[in-house]
Nanobody, 126 residues
Framework: QVQLVESGGGLMQAGGSLRLSCAAS????????MGWFRQAPGKEREFVAF????????SYADSVKGRFTISRDNAKNTVYLQMNSLKPEDTAVYYC???????????????????WGQGTQVTVSS
């Protein structure tokens, strides 16, 4: 099993930057595909970014492409989401998620991720 704890959320003005972190427990972190999702009030949870187990493959939702960057440090059991040029529509609770998938196939559907963090709030003011 994997336990995930997100941090780094907060209140930011439009155009600013935030970096989210997700710390994972367990000794097999490097065999897990990781994803970031977000959920705004009244909306469904949506895919934000994916990174393969080795970090060699990434994928992004069109809404964040070019502004957000996902990365991971397997030695520290941590995945990051660097968010630049933030917009008010980025306001949401951000969740990291893990799927046992040592390969590089993109996983962007929430139901394919077995483990989830508790979420961290990101609020972007205009």
């Amino acid at each position: 099993q994997v336990q995930l704890v997100e941090s780094g959320g907060g209140l930011m003005q439009a155009g600013g930057s935030l970096r989210l972190s997700c710390a994972a427990s367990g000794r097999t972190f490097s065999r897990y595909t990781m994803g970031w999702f977000r959920q705004a009030p009244g909306k469904e949870r949506e895919f934000v970014a994916f990174i393969s187990a080795t970090g060699g493959s990434t994928s992004y939702a069109d809404s964040v492409k070019g502004r957000f960057t996902i990365s991971r440090d397997n030695a520290k059991n941590t995945v990051y989401l660097q968010m630049n040029s933030l917009k008010p529509e980025d306001t949401a609770v951000y969740y990291c998620a893990a799927a046992w998938a040592p390969g590089s196939i993109v996983i962007s559907t929430a139901t394919e991720y077995a483990y989830w963090g508790q979420g961290t709030q990101v609020t972007v003011s205009s």
